[in-house]
């Protein structure tokens, strides 16, 4: 059985901190993205994702490291890992997950980069308003 480690994202915004996290993490193995829900982000974020769930799956299906995306909670447990056939659990520096070490794979995150550092820049300068969807969003561009 080879090995699969999973990297639970939001990806709110994609950027190359996503890139750079999805590469180091398939040099550990076949790569399994644990995408939270739209519901999960507002309620641990505060607000409604620019784009769906299956936009956000469709663009992290297209990148070479993704073997698979799943649905899963925001907070990733030990279970979910199991349910999904996952050895490993791969995350930033920032991990707020219950996952016992042997099982936890820590990276340093991309300095000055991040989905909400860029959701708050087009927030100020008001580039895109909140939408979830893209057609709504290109009419209003």
């Given at each position: 059985?080879?090995i699969r480690?999973?990297?639970?994202?939001s990806v709110?915004?994609s950027?190359?901190?996503?890139i750079r996290?999805?590469?180091?993490?398939?040099k550990?193995?076949?790569?399994?993205?644990?995408?939270?829900?739209?519901?999960?982000?507002?309620?641990?974020?505060?607000?409604?994702?620019?784009?769906?769930?299956?936009?956000r799956?469709?663009?992290?299906?297209s990148i070479?490291?993704?073997?698979a995306?799943?649905e899963?909670?925001y907070?990733i447990?030990?279970?979910?890992l199991?349910?999904?056939?996952?050895?490993?659990?791969v995350?930033?520096?920032?991990?707020?997950?219950?996952?016992?070490?042997?099982?936890l794979?820590?990276?340093?995150?991309?300095?000055?980069?991040?989905?909400?550092?860029?959701?708050?820049?087009?927030?100020r300068i008001?580039?895109?308003?909140?939408?979830?969807?893209?057609?709504?969003v290109?009419?209003?561009?």
């Open positions: 059985m080879s480690v999973m990297v639970d994202m709110i915004l950027h190359h901190g996503h996290l999805l590469r180091k993490a398939a550990y193995g076949e790569v399994v993205v644990g995408l939270s829900t739209d519901k999960d982000i507002e309620k641990y974020k505060g607000h409604t994702p620019l784009l769906t769930w299956e936009f799956r469709e663009i992290l299906e070479r490291y993704v073997s995306v799943v899963v909670p907070i447990t030990e279970a979910v199991d349910e999904h056939g996952v050895q490993f659990l995350h930033g520096d920032d991990n707020f997950n219950t996952i016992s070490e042997d099982r794979i820590i990276l340093p995150r991309t300095p000055a980069i991040s989905s909400s550092m860029l959701l708050a820049y087009n927030r008001k580039i895109i308003p909140y939408a979830t969807d893209s057609d709504c290109a009419q209003r561009l």
